[in-house]
């Protein structure tokens, strides 16, 4: 199963696509929190938040128990501003440096940059986003 780290924004609709592939993020999550902690910034994972639909997707897909669902606390939302500041150093250091991450180093550094647009609109219109993680 190859995993995938996406943007959820809160709301049904936010007015803008925000699909990233984010399959390189994932594979690469480890290095990229050692690489924002390094940074003094928050780790991108520390933005994840499960939600009802997300958690039912996984379980649809043979991940996780169904019993879970209806213990899962309510989905945690955070601040775009947050989200970019770690984005952003992320960013700033692979654009020097991409291959920190190895051969895939360029291509985590385009999901980034894709995060920042997404992230970006989230905050011009004053939403609030947190990650989730998809197995398929």
Same mark, same amino acid.
């Given at each position: ?7 959820? &924004? ?5 007015? +803008?696509?925000?699909?990233? @592939?984010?399959? %390189?993020?994932?594979?690469? *999550?480890? !290095? ?8 003094? &910034? ?5 933005? +994840?938040?499960?939600?009802? @639909?997300?958690? %039912?997707?996984?379980?649809? *897909?043979? !991940? ?73």
């Amino acid at each position: 199963m190859a995993a995938s780290m996406y943007i959820v &924004v809160e709301g049904d609709d936010p007015g +803008f696509d925000i699909f990233v @592939n984010g399959r %390189s993020m994932a594979r690469h *999550e480890d !290095a990229l929190e050692r690489l924002a902690l390094k940074l003094g &910034v928050k780790p991108l994972i520390e933005f +994840f938040s499960a939600d009802e @639909n997300s958690m %039912s997707l996984l379980i649809e *897909e043979g !991940a996780g128990d169904k019993d879970l669902i209806r213990r899962l606390p309510p989905p945690q939302w955070y601040s775009p501003a947050d989200g970019l500041r770690t984005v952003l150093a992320l960013v700033d250091t692979l654009q020097h440096e991409p291959q920190q991450l190895g051969s895939e180093g360029e291509q985590v550094l385009a999901e980034l940059m894709e995060y920042a647009v997404v992230l970006e609109k989230t905050r011009a219109r004053d939403l609030r986003w947190h990650l989730a993680v998809s197995w398929r």
